[in-house]
């Protein structure tokens, strides 16, 4: 299927496990995006992404880790979940950091 | 730092006329975007102000001052799909990621 997918959409873990949310795009964009959403913060990003094996840190990436090894593959790897963590996680995509972003449906992580 | 403010809520009634503001001020400035976000989905593009001015795109408006550090969405002819929430985001510099404001949410009554 063209577009963007995030895997899963829910995750309950438990405290101090190691959680990977993936992102799959099929557009061949070169930036990809990590955000978090949570109420009162509205969206704040994690990390990006300008290309395979390009990436950069946001407002918020303490306890997080991605890689791009692949350009259609960004995955956020929580690792070691806090309570803290607990949000809603959208990935985006665009051909450049300046257009219109993609969203994907979005990972509820809840962490117990 | 970086600050966007926008309103928290608003409230408009079917077929009436809203104005949503969003002031900036930012360490640079690369254009401004807004994005409609309904309850439990994702974002989605609305609009992108690069140069002061009003861009229309059919119901919605997007209107940019770079030297007020200021933007408007206007929605006219409210139905009540538009319920939702509103994102105002700037770009600061070519090829760096967008920063979101908390956003505004709408909601339209009959």
């Known amino acids: 299927d063209a577009g963007i997918t995030q895997s899963p959409r829910y995750k309950i873990t438990e405290t101090g496990r190691q959680v990977t949310l993936m992102c799959h795009q099929t557009?061949?964009?070169?930036?990809m995006f990590w955000y978090r959403q949570d109420l009162g913060h509205g969206l704040r990003l994690i990390y990006y992404s300008a290309a395979a094996d390009i990436t950069d840190k946001g407002e918020v990436p303490d306890g997080y880790v991605v890689s791009r090894s692949k350009t259609e593959n960004f995955p956020l790897t929580l690792e070691s979940a806090t309570r803290s963590q607990t949000s809603v996680y959208f990935c985006a995509s665009s051909g450049s950091a300046n257009y219109g972003y993609t969203f994907g449906s979005g990972t509820r992580l809840t962490v117990v | 730092g970086q600050n966007i403010d926008q309103p928290t809520e608003m409230t408009a009634t079917e077929g009436a006329i809203v104005q949503i503001n969003c002031t900036y001020q930012?360490?640079?400035?690369?254009?401004l975007f807004w994005y409609q976000q309904h309850a439990g989905e994702a974002p989605t593009f609305l609009s992108y102000n690069v140069l002061d001015g009003l861009e229309e795109k059919g119901r919605f408006s997007s209107f940019l001052s770079r030297s007020k550090g200021y933007s408007y969405l206007l929605l006219k002819e409210l139905q009540m799909k538009d319920s939702a929430s509103y994102l105002c985001?700037?770009?600061?510099?070519?090829?760096?990621?967008?920063?979101f404001g908390k956003g505004t949410t709408l909601s339209v009554s009959s």
């Open positions: 985001a700037v770009s600061i510099q070519a090829g760096t990621a967008l920063i």
């Open positions: 557009w061949s964009h070169s930036y």
């Open positions: 930012t360490s640079g400035f690369n254009g």
